[in-house]
């Protein structure tokens, strides 16, 4: 299913029409940045230049003086296996900020190499947040973006990045649902051409899944496998609702939890669905609920647009189907999923002169 509509410019914040002059100077410039802040991903739009391909949400810290030593992907790499002295975070958990001198570690470095060595100059910001962010996160992400040196930040809710980055145009639809499953979050929205009108959010997401496979597996092989090697059962083989989901395995290595020894096994679809299903089962509870919840005027264009299912782990096989099957309106995966937010963000700098400065909020 494919709806294409333009620009959300309605739900945006906007200031003074124009903005002022520093605003418009820095237009010119290629310094207006859209960030993606995820749990596991970092995803940055730059204007005039793109998406930039996604890092990793970790840094690695010495322990002895705090300096940061690796971000990013690289910083990824040596999780569960870092040099003495060394040790990794993942600066941002559940969408908030959990140390936002290391978050602004993470973008700054990120940005800089996008750049490709190009003097990096104080670019202003977007920032997808998620909705019912509290005041102290939205002051750690604030706080984190002026440690990077960023001149204005506007921080924007993440279903309203996400309709602007499928290319909706919420002016003139009455109401659309998002579930954007993402690392550490779900978030299920219903946003309308007001903004967003019912939203709830859960825990259970990609992370839980691989916790609930490494735990399943653990039981019924005796095997203790990796987040990695959970990853890859829960990609390669999904949910009970993929229709070649029982007939499929996958080989992942492991310890036997037996002998102590590396082992390889091949773990099925039945066993990776009977993991999966708990966490998905409560994903579609927030579903239901939030469905619950939409006044009713909205339902009819919900029907007809069907249910937009973003974030990286949105593409979990046979996700889209549980959706469809259980709500009886069809859901699919938006093109792009795991980028749709920063793309989006990218969208809104086209406003940016015109949009508020959140970092008001700082002083
Ligand atoms: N093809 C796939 N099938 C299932 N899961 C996937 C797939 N590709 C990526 N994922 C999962 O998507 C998750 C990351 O998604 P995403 O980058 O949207 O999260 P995030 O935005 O960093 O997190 P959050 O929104 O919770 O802060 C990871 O758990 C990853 O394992």
């Not at 239901?288 to 919840?293: A, C, E, I, T, W």
Request: hydrophobic share 45%; charged share 20%; glycine share 10%.
């Amino acid at each position: 299913m494919s709806t294409k509509i333009k620009g959300v410019k309605n739900n945006l914040q906007l200031s003074m029409p124009g903005g002022s002059l520093v605003d418009w100077l820095g237009g010119l410039g290629a310094e207006d940045i859209g960030v993606d802040l995820g749990s596991s991903n970092v995803v940055i739009y730059i204007k005039n230049q793109g998406l930039v391909f996604p890092e990793s949400s970790v840094v690695a810290v010495r322990e002895k003086n705090g300096e940061f030593v690796a971000s990013g992907t690289r910083a990824e790499e040596m999780e569960g296996r870092t040099p003495k002295g060394i040790y990794t975070i993942r600066p941002i958990k559940e969408s908030a900020i959990v140390d936002y001198r290391a978050t602004a570690h993470l973008l700054n470095s990120i940005i800089n190499q996008s750049y490709l060595k190009r003097m990096f100059f104080h670019p202003r910001l977007i920032i997808c947040v998620p909705v019912g962010i509290t005041g102290v996160q939205r002051r750690a992400l604030l706080e984190a973006a002026f440690t990077m040196g960023a001149r204005k930040t506007v921080l924007i809710e993440q279903p309203i990045a996400s309709l602007m980055g499928i290319g909706l145009d919420a002016s003139h639809m009455e109401g659309a649902m998002i579930v954007d499953v993402g690392g550490g979050t779900t978030s299920v929205s219903v946003a309308s051409v007001h903004g967003i009108v019912v939203s709830d959010y859960s825990r259970m997401a990609g992370m839980a899944m691989d916790q609930a496979i490494i735990a399943r597996v653990r039981e019924v092989y005796k095997v203790e496998i990796g987040r990695k090697a959970a990853e890859l059962v829960k990609i390669a083989l999904g949910a009970r609702w993929h229709i070649d989901n029982r007939k499929r395995s996958t080989s992942v290595c492991g310890t036997s939890l037996v002998t102590g020894l590396p082992v390889k096994i091949e773990v099925t679809g039945k066993v990776a669905a009977e993991a999966l299903t708990p966490v998905l089962e409560h994903i579609f509870r927030k579903v239901r609920s939030v469905l619950q919840k939409t006044p009713p005027a909205l339902l009819a264009d919900i029907r007809d647009h069907g249910i937009m299912i973003t974030g990286g782990a949105g593409q979990l096989k046979g996700l889209d189907q549980m959706i469809t099957n259980l709500t009886g309106i069809p859901a699919y995966v938006v093109e792009h999923p795991l980028y749709v937010n920063a793309i989006g963000a990218g969208t809104a700098l086209g406003y940016m002169n015109d949009l508020r400065d959140s970092m008001q909020d700082l002083r």
